[in-house]
Structures are given as structure tokens and as C-alpha cells.
Nanobody
Framework: QVQLVESGGGLVQAGGSLRLSCAAS????????MAWFRQAPGKEREFVAA????????YYEHSVKGRFTISRVNAKDAGYLQKNSLKPEDTAVYYC?????????????????????WGQGTQVTVSS
């Protein structure tokens, strides 16, 4: 069993920055793939970014590449999403997710069904 708790959301002006955190507990954090997804009002949940167990391999959704950075510190059982140059269209609830299989394959990373555990989400609102 894995528990994930996101934090760090809030209200920010366009062009600003936020860092989201994901605190993990339960199974060995350092063995699984971690990802961030988001869901805007009235829209489906969508992939944002993922990293492998070490954090050395990362993958981003096209619209956030170059603005967002995913990272993790396994010794702290923590993952992060640094968000810079925020835009109003980044407004959403952001979710941390874990794939305990640890399989880092591009065919799997953006699929919701690849992830076994989810956090409760944290709201990010970007004002124009």
C-alpha cells in the first residue's frame, strides 16, 4: 500500500512559480515510477510529467516542457513538480501518482491506468 499526499498548491499570477510536493509513505518510494497529472474543471485528467525511480529519466507533456520540472528525493520519500512561467491554462487540480511496477516505458507513462496509487490532489489557480 502506498499513500501519497500533495501540497504546495495555491493562487499565483500568470508568469509566477509554484513548487508542488508529494509526500509518500508505505512501500519503498525509491522503487516506483512517479508522475504528476492534472484535471481542469470540466475536463479529463491529463498527464503532466513522470520520472523513473532515480529521477534521472523524465518525460513531459508537450505544453509544459521547458516550464515544469519533475524531481524526487528518495531519501525523503518525496517528489516535486517545479512550475515556472505559469499560465492561466495551467489552472487545475494536480495529482501525484505512483506506478509500483517501476516500469519506465514511454508507452505507459501518460496513461492513467498505469498508476496504482493517487493522492487527493492540490488546487493550483493561475490568474491572468
Amino acid at each position: 500500500q502506498v499513500q501519497l499526499v500533495e501540497s504546495g498548491g495555491g493562487l499565483v499570477q500568470a508568469g509566477g512559480s509554484l513548487r508542488l510536493s508529494c509526500a509518500a509513505s508505505g512501500r519503498a518510494f525509491g522503487t516506483y515510477v512517479m508522475a504528476w497529472f492534472r484535471q481542469a474543471p470540466g475536463k479529463e485528467r491529463e498527464f503532466v510529467a513522470a520520472c523513473d525511480w532515480s529521477g534521472d529519466s523524465t518525460y513531459y507533456e508537450h505544453s509544459v516542457k521547458g516550464r515544469f520540472t519533475i524531481s524526487r528525493v528518495n531519501a525523503k520519500d518525496a517528489g516535486y513538480l517545479q512550475k515556472n512561467s505559469l499560465k492561466p491554462e495551467d489552472t487545475a487540480v494536480y495529482y501525484c501518482a505512483a506506478d509500483v511496477s517501476g516500469t519506465y516505458a514511454y508507452s505507459r507513462l501518460s496513461r492513467l491506468s498505469s498508476y496504482d496509487y493517487w493522492g487527493q490532489g492540490t488546487q493550483v489557480t493561475v490568474s491572468s
